[in-house]
C-alpha cells in the first residue's frame, strides 16, 4: 500500500477533525478516497488460478486522480 494512504489513515480523520473548515470539500474527498483506496470500501476483483484454481483477491483503487495508486 502506498504511504499517503497509510499516513491518511492514521491521521487523515484528526486531521479533517480540526482543519474543517480551512480544507475546501474537494480536498476532504481526496483525503476520503484515498484513504477508502485498496480497501472493501472500493470494491475488489477475484482471479482465478487455472493451475491451482486458488482465488486470488485484488482490491480496487479509488480512482481518483490524485491517488498515487
Keep these: 500500500m502506498g504511504a499517503i494512504a497509510e499516513i491518511f489513515r492514521q491521521f ?3 486531521y479533517l477533525e ?3 473548515d ?3 470539500a474537494t ?3 481526496v483525503v476520503e478516497a484515498i484513504t477508502a483506496c485498496r480497501t472493501e470500501a472500493c470494491g475488489m ?3 482465478g488460478c ?4 486458488k482465488p486470488a483477491v485484488v482490491f ?7 491517488c498515487p495508486t
Excluded: L, V, W
Excluded at 487455472?50 to 484454481?53: A, F, G, L, T
Excluded at 480496487?60 to 490524485?66: D, E, P
Design 22 to 24: 480551512k480544507i475546501p
Design 60 to 66: 480496487r483503487s479509488c480512482g481518483n486522480r490524485h
Design 45 to 47: 476483483t477475484i482471479y
Design 18 to 20: 480540526t482543519f474543517h
Design 50 to 53: 487455472d493451475q491451482c484454481e
Design 27 to 29: 480536498h476532504r474527498k
Design 12 to 14: 487523515g480523520a484528526a
